[in-house]
């Protein structure tokens, strides 16, 4: 099993920066990709941005150029830097590991920019 635990998070105003932060623990592999999904209200869960263990990054559209992910394999964690962050990025953000087509999750923590 695999156990996340997420950090960061919070209030934010607009044009504002936020890092968050996701360890994993129990049995990692070091070919298991780590990324973040959001979900706002109403709205369907969808993926923010993800890394592959050999560097390959994916970022969605409405986030590029403003969100950073990184990872640190020795710490088995990823992070996720957000720079001029907009209301519209207001949601609750979970941490994701994926192998193969399973998943696990973090319990989310909710960004919230004012405007």
């Known amino acids: 099993q695999v156990q996340l635990v997420e950090s960061g998070g919070g209030l934010v105003q607009s044009g504002g920066s936020l890092r968050r932060s996701c360890a994993a623990s129990g049995s990692i592999f070091g070919s298991d990709a780590m990324g973040w999904y959001r979900q706002a209200p109403g709205k369907e869960r969808e993926l923010v941005t993800d890394?592959?263990?050999?560097?390959?990054?994916n970022y969605a559209d409405s986030v590029k150029g403003r969100f950073t992910i990184s990872r640190d394999n020795a710490k088995n964690t990823v992070y996720l830097q957000m720079n001029n962050l907009k209301p519209e990025d207001t949601a609750v953000y979970y941490c994701?590991?994926?192998?193969?087509?399973?998943?696990?999750w973090g319990k989310g923590t909710l960004v919230t920019v004012s405007s």
């Open positions: 994701n590991i994926r192998r193969s087509i399973v998943s696990w």
């Open positions: 890394i592959t263990s050999d560097g390959r990054i």
